[in-house]
């Protein structure tokens, strides 16, 4: 994936692409029908749905959840492929600096693995090839033989700075978070990097949906200080580029939950977060909250995407759709195979 800014930004193209994305999409009546079935069932109702090609493409090698798994991520990949294929001009910027989060996550995917001691099989089945670094990359990175020799080979990717000065405090402290943190960090910082200073009405749009998603995980990680009451300095997890909180708004939230949810209900986003804010005053820990939260942010990307059809907003709104789509469906998988109820499963899944 590279930056292509040629040609004008085809938005009309690609939005129609995309509603019809949208329409094959599962729906809460198919995540109904799914928990109910053990694995071999998913694997078949799969094949009767849009995932077909990688379900029999994989079939002869896989069955089961590992059937499941590797054909999810396949489609995933093709489906974020096929979004760089139609779009031109700076369209095409806006998702391929969006879709370096699956970068992002493969990233942290390795680290994790590395520090767990898991095999090498168990991180790739993990891996979500949809962004920037090639399939040669991704297999130099889980070849790597230590965090430190993982942390060596992002030089001179986006994460590689960040990364090499979160590696001093790992060595310090012997957690995977400051290395996690810094990931995260530079993504983020990369989605608002070279913007002009005086956006035109497509770039408002682009920095608009970005800010939404920055302001919800600064809530998400400061409400998960809050409530775990860990000795943690809270600008550790703040990631700069949001509207509704500053560093040191963070700060000084993060140890008073009634107050940072009593911010949050006054803010632009009350209305949206409303079912969230009160599936957290009901909820005895962060689940409930944490998924009402994701289903807020699918709710508000649509709301801009009705908002501004001829924009970057729909496509956006579709990757978070599409990813959502998957996470549910992988859930349901695992959770079958673990021997989970139905009331477990569905616990777990985030449905608007």
């Known amino acids: 994936m590279s930056i292509r800014q040629e040609g004008t930004a085809n938005y009309e193209y690609v939005t129609a692409r995309v509603r019809s994305r949208r329409a094959s999409l599962f729906d809460a009546d198919d995540y109904r029908k799914l928990v109910r079935m053990g694995p071999s069932e998913i694997a078949r109702f799969m094949e009767e749905t849009e995932y077909e090609r990688e379900m029999n493409a994989l079939g002869s090698r896989f069955s089961g959840v590992d059937l499941v798994e590797y054909a999810l991520n396949r489609n995933l990949a093709k489906h974020f492929e096929d979004l760089l294929d139609w779009a031109d001009g ?31 099989s168990e991180v790739e089945d993990d891996l979500i090839r949809a962004g920037e670094f090639t399939d040669e990359f991704l297999a130099r990175l889980v070849d790597a033989s230590s965090i430190e020799e993982a942390v060596e080979l992002l030089d001179g990717t986006m994460f590689g700075k960040p990364l090499a000065a979160a590696y001093e405090v790992y060595e310090e402290e012997g957690v995977l978070v400051p290395l ?46 809050a409530r775990s009451g860990a000795e943690v300095e809270p600008s550790e997890y703040y990631i700069e580029g949001g509207r509704l909180f500053s560093e040191s708004d963070v700060r000084q939230l993060a140890s008073n939950p009634d107050e940072l949810v009593a911010r949050v209900r006054e803010s632009p986003y009350g209305d949206d977060l409303e079912r969230a804010l009160d599936e957290l005053d009901d909820a005895q820990g962060l689940i409930g909250f944490e998924h009402a939260l994701d289903a807020a942010l699918l709710e ?8 501004y059809p001829l924009s970057v907003c729909p496509v956006l709104a579709y990757v978070l759709a599409k990813e959502r789509e998957v996470e549910n469906i992988r859930a349901i998988a695992r959770g079958r195979e673990a021997g989970l109820s139905t009331e477990e499963i569905e616990e777990e899944l985030v449905i608007q």
């Open 90 to 120: 700076k369209l095409y910027d806006y998702v391929a600096r969006y879709l370096r989060k699956f970068d992002a996550w493969n990233v942290k995917t390795v680290m994790r693995g590395l520090y767990s001691d898991a095999s090498k």
């Open 180 to 225: 996690e943190n810094a990931t995260d960090r530079a993504f983020y910082a990369h989605l608002l990097d070279d913007l002009p200073s005086e956006p035109n009405r497509a770039e408002e749009l682009y920095v608009q949906f970005l800010r939404a998603e920055i302001d919800f995980r600064n809530l998400r990680n400061a409400l998960r200080l």
């Open 300 to 307: 508000y990307s649509d709301k801009l995407s009705n908002r």
